[in-house]
């Protein structure tokens, strides 16, 4: 293997979510690898004609087409146990939704209209998705959280897209001469190289607001690729035999591999495909330990400070994506049992494990990562069940001013109230806080909140005063002070 685990942590702050950067060339017909910076140049396909690749850099391996033997071709990232997944086919570009076990391809039919089609990731359950329209689809790339596919019609003078199942076909952009295409999902915009203007652009998914971002010392500008995270694009210029970088506004153009005959694709890649990524807590395997690392910072922005570990699909911020990724990745059977003997150092609860869930369910990500949840709530849900008793907790912080937390603990599913009084037994404020799941309100997301105002919007006096729960048939009253 070219590739092993770094052993120099990342610290807060850094943005180094890619080192490596593979591409193919059309002229030599190699794939071909080097470090970010252009060094360290390496050949890993010299057998065939390769005309795209795309990374699987969870799973460690690497897609790539061959158009002139029609294979799609599967093998490990540093190009090593080569197998043919699919024969038969004319395929060019190649993009896959990893999570989705998916893999998508454009093919050039010379006596036909062009076609997209999609398969599972080993070659099985080949769908036609658009059949029609299509002359020179050049490059396809996803948004899969969307819904959509994007691809350049390049010899009919278009970028179009359309839902994953091939419906709804859409002209998104016209009167251009597109090549290569990829999309910044978490800002909406994709960018797209015109080979005959020899220029970059940029355009939000809607085709609106077409911006050119380089403009100057392209050829035949081909692929792109996005680091996102990075605040950085590369791209391909065939024309001059270069792969180059710039900022996404186009800013600072420089020259990161020269003297190539003639590069067109592209792919972004880390130093240790399938365990860099995954391994958050650094301990050099994937378990459910790295699930509650990465749970330790979910619903967090990279730039609130987040620990960059924990955003594995580098799209800055901690969220279901990056969670499933990591729980398609732990063995279910394991993971739950030993997950839950940690229960009182989780820091998650049933129910936020519940909403995962249903968040995952709705984006339609991986069934895999999902069934690791599923197992992870049933055993934290009994786990929690068997020592839960319905009780007031005391409120933090106690003194108070102008704001506290009141946990409490349900055994049973039940319609909750919380009522604040004086010490003369007056009713100061009723929070109403709705039909709630058994389980523990004690964190400040869960517990009910007062922000020592009555139920006009003034604040109380300093003193003493009493909370009761209601929950079904519980009550249970305790004290606290606010101080001013």
Known sequence: MLFTLSAVPLTLGETVPYQSIYYVDDDTRKIQWANVDGTNIKDLVTDGYPADIALDV???????????????????????????????????SIALDVLGSKMYWTEWHFESDDKIRRANLDGSNVEDLVTAGLD??????????????????????????????????????????????????????????????ANIQRANFDGSHIQAIVL????????????????????ADAGSGKIQRANLDGSNVIDIITDLRAPVRLALGTTSPGLWDLDVNQDSSITYIDIIALAMYYGVSVDAGVNLRADVNKDGRVD??????????????????????????LPFTAQEVAAWIRDAKYQQLSVRGIAVLEHVLEALTRSEMSSVKTALLANYPNPFNPETWIPYQLATPADVTLTISAVDGQVVRTLGLGHQA?????????????????????????????????AGDFTATRKLLIRK
């Open 58 to 92: 969870l799973g460690g391996k690497m897609y790539y087409t061959d158009d002139i033997r029609g294979l799609i071709y599967r093998a490990d990232v540093d190009g090593s146990n080569v197998e043919d997944i699919l024969t038969d086919v004319a395929p060019r």
């Open 136 to 197: 020179g689809v050049w490059n396809i790339a996803l948004d899969v959280s969307g819904g959509k596919m994007y691809w350049t019609n390049r010899w009919r003078n278009k970028i179009q897209r359309a839902n994953l199942d091939g419906s709804n076909v859409e002209d998104i952009i016209t009167n251009v001469h597109p090549a290569g295409i990829a999309l910044d999902v978490a800002n909406g915009k994709m960018y797209y190289t015109d080979w005959l203007s």
């Open 216 to 235: 100057r010392g392209l050829r035949e500008p081909a692929g792109i690729i996005l680091d996102v995270a990075g605040d950085k694009m590369y791209w």
């Open 320 to 345: 279901i994506k990056d969670l499933i990724v990591v729980a398609r990745a732990v063995d279910a059977a394991a993971a739950a049992p030993a997950l839950v003997q940690q229960r009182n150092r």
């Open 438 to 470: 058994a389980g523990v309100y004690q964190r400040r997301s869960r517990a009910a909140y007062w922000d020592g105002r009555n139920a006009v919007g003034e604040s109380v006096a300093s003193g003493v005063y009493f909370y009761t729960l209601t």
